[in-house]
């Protein structure tokens, strides 16, 4: 038996009001662009890796924050087998009696969505995911820690020759990582199923709730300053501040996941009879993520959070 350690990079679309994302819509969220894996053997050693970059054929423009996180190129795609190729290519190459591991929830996903759009007939093996295993013996809790945290933990240092956001070379420090994690049974308790993608199902998430003494409380409590991405739920950091709305308990500020991209986070705070308030948290992925536009609109949000503190220092 073999282990494979898997590990996917998608591009996405400008907006979700272009004209790519409008012709395929909830069918296709993100069109995979790289096929990363590492192959070990029974005794956990690396005995062979694999990488593809895929040509899309919807989401034919490569995303620019995509570009910068990844390193990926448009000359990387353009002439690159297309997804069904890519993926028969890596089912061959992984052969038979292997275990299919990722780290992370999101790739099955994608990988699922992709297979099902592209027609491809072939049902998923088992996959098992490394993070939470990791997390249980980090003692994290439910708290997913990113491959860096892991790489940290057990004292494995990032090595020039492998750039972290390439498929094959994450998939190289997830082995890294795995090589110091417990045995088999214990990773197969930790099954992945694909999630259905949709816009709506990944755009918003269920409004929390928690008790604040004041609003003052509410908005410099760790669920308004860390607001977890609607997506990967790992936690991101409001930078500039909240701003109150015109509808009254209102205030919304501005965050950026790594992976997904710019955040808006609403907080809503309804007085209780008792005293204090219920703060509603919401958080929900800009329609827009463009680069352009999401460092227009960080600055346009310092600018009047910095108005709104000279306002109130004024009036003290």
Do not use: W
């Given at each position: 038996m073999q282990y494979i350690i898997m590990d996917l990079e998608w591009n996405q679309p400008l907006s979700h009001h272009?004209?790519?994302?409008?012709?395929?819509?909830?069918?296709?969220?993100?069109?995979?662009?790289?096929?990363?894996?590492v192959k070990l053997d029974e005794e956990r050693r690396?005995?062979?890796s694999f990488n593809r970059h895929i040509m899309p054929t919807h989401y034919k423009k490569l995303n620019p924050r995509i570009r910068r996180i990844t390193g990926i190129q448009q000359d990387d795609l353009d002439g690159a087998p297309y997804f069904k190729d890519a993926l028969e290519q890596f089912v061959a190459w992984c052969s038979e009696d292997f275990v299919l591991m990722t780290w992370g929830c999101d790739d099955i996903s994608v990988l699922a969505q992709n297979m099902a759009f592209f027609g491809f007939d072939d049902k998923l093996p088992p996959v098992?995911?490394?993070?939470?295993?990791?997390?249980?013996?980090?003692?994290a809790g439910k708290n997913r820690h990113s491959l860096r945290k892991a790489m940290a933990y057990y004292g494995i240092r990032p090595s020039a020759d492998h750039a972290f956001h390439?498929?094959?070379?994450?998939?190289?420090?997830?082995?890294?990582?795995?090589?110091?994690?417990?045995?088999?049974?214990?990773?197969?308790a930790f099954p992945e199923a694909p999630r259905k993608l949709g816009q709506r199902d990944r755009v918003k998430k269920k409004a929390a709730e928690k008790r604040v003494a004041t609003v003052l409380q509410g908005?410099?409590?760790?669920?308004?300053?860390?607001?977890?991405c609607p997506v990967?739920?790992?936690?991101?950091?409001?930078?500039?501040?909240?701003?109150?709305q015109s509808e009254e308990g209102f205030h919304l500020?501005?965050?950026?996941?790594?992976?997904?991209?710019?955040?808006?986070?609403?907080?809503?705070?309804?007085?209780?009879?008792?005293?204090?308030?219920?703060?509603?948290?919401?958080?929900?992925?800009?329609?827009?993520?463009?680069?352009a536009y999401v460092r227009t609109k960080h600055i346009q949000w310092a600018q009047k959070v910095q108005e709104l503190k000279e306002k109130e220092s004024q009036a003290c």
């Open positions: 272009s004209m790519p994302f409008k012709r395929v819509g909830d069918k296709l969220m993100f069109e995979l662009i790289q096929i990363g894996a690396l005995v062979g098992y995911d490394l993070q939470p295993l990791f997390g249980r013996i980090s003692n390439s498929a094959v070379d994450d998939a190289y420090y997830t082995a890294l990582v795995f090589q110091r994690l417990p045995a088999e049974e214990d990773i197969k908005l410099s409590s760790s669920e308004a300053m860390f607001p977890a990967c739920a790992r936690k991101t950091v409001v930078t500039e501040g909240y701003i109150p500020a501005l965050s950026d996941c790594e992976q997904h991209g710019l955040i808006k986070s609403e907080l809503q705070f309804v007085p209780q009879e008792n005293g204090g308030f219920a703060m509603l948290s919401r958080v929900s992925l800009s329609e827009q993520q463009h680069p």
